[in-house]
């Protein structure tokens, strides 16, 4: 048995559990769990703020760890080393999405590090708020030496989800990207397109956040609630990159890209409201676009990426059995940018 932190129910918070790891298959490999990211998608999904949750919910899907065994067909990784898990541990590798190493745009669904059901079983899949996983080696990533294994966790979500639109499209030096929303993506968004060569804009609602702007790269800072600032913003941006997960209204944002700008959204799962005016699209032929994670192979390139331009991600680190206080905290955006579980927390544990 595996010692775990768990949701039982959508009132319950998060509590010690225990669960079963698989034995190893062919192409496995099993991983000790050093470290833990905590996403805002973590406490979405133990609160069942959209539905589907199956309890108990073990969350998790930003793991650094090292190999402590491999699968007879494993020839990638080696025991010892260490490696990440993401956001997906399966796909059906056989659509043209999988073919093309885009495995989060499978056809026939990924399948979740968490609260997901495993191809071969069907038993649901537990994250990394655990003591270690066992997980396919075609959904497990090498992390470069040169990066620290704590700050570099986040990456594998806050970081890919930011890098894979910013590479997709292109972005490139002298590009005037502006950046939406100033959390654990948006720090990262900064990181990434500053790195690219772009001029980088942050785009946020609150002064306290512009000298921060500034320390994490960011060019210039426009107060998106400033009238004037943001009529002087008009037709400026290349692209923007937003990641504010709540609802807001995007047409004053749509209205700072030049004609053929793109305005991508990285944050928001749910309907947009107010309603977007189609004619700010339409008569300047701009687009408005959205954007997952990455595949294994782009998730791979961004952190030798991160590795090479010293990129990594603001934390600040969680015992496990303060990650009730810890969500909280998120909800009220009380953390610079992420907590990180040192998963040495729950193996000093009791049983």
Request: glycine content about 10%; some cysteine.
């Amino acid at each position: 048995m595996v010692k775990a932190y768990a949701a039982k129910s959508e009132t319950s918070g998060l509590a010690q559990h225990t669960i079963e790891r698989r034995a190893l298959r062919p192409d496995d490999v099993a991983i000790e769990i050093d470290y833990c990211g905590v996403c805002h998608t973590d406490i979405h999904y133990a609160e069942n703020d959209w539905g589907g949750t199956i309890y108990p919910v073990v969350p998790g899907h930003e793991i650094i760890g090292r190999v402590t065994a491999v699968g007879e067909k494993v020839s990638g990784h080696q025991v010892g080393d260490v490696v990440g898990v993401g956001c997906l541990v399966d796909s059906c590798r056989q659509c043209s999405a999988c073919d093309e190493g885009l495995e989060q745009y499978c056809l026939n669904g990924m399948v979740p590090t968490y609260n997901g059901e495993d191809r071969h079983d069907g038993s649901v899949t537990y994250g990394g708020y655990s003591e270690n996983i066992v997980v396919s080696d075609r959904f497990v990533v090498k992390i470069p030496a040169a990066l620290d294994p704590a700050k570099a966790a986040p990456l594998l979500c806050a970081g890919i989800t930011t890098y894979s639109p910013l590479r997709h499209y292109g972005i490139k030096k002298g590009d005037k990207v502006g950046v939406i929303g100033m959390g654990g993506l948006g720090h990262m968004g900064v990181k990434f397109a500053k790195a690219l060569g772009a001029e980088v804009t942050l785009f946020t609602r609150s002064e306290e956040k512009v000298k921060e702007a500034k320390k994490q790269g960011a060019d210039n800072v426009i107060i998106s609630t400033d009238p004037k600032q943001m009529e002087a913003a008009t037709q400026v941006f290349d692209f923007l990159l937003d990641t504010i997960p709540v609802q807001h209204d995007l047409n004053p944002y749509l209205n700072c890209l030049k004609y053929d700008g793109t305005h991508i959204i990285v944050g928001l799962l749910e309907p947009v409201e107010p309603a977007v005016e189609a004619g700010a699209l339409v008569l300047k032929r701009r687009v408005l676009a959205g954007s997952l994670i990455g595949g294994l192979p782009e998730t791979q390139e961004m952190l030798d990426f991160c590795a090479e331009h010293e990129i990594d991600c603001d934390v600040e680190m969680l015992d496990i059995k303060n990650i009730n206080q810890a969500y909280q905290r998120m909800k009220k955006g009380d953390v610079k940018y992420r907590f990180v579980i040192d998963m040495k927390s729950l193996k000093q544990t009791a049983a």
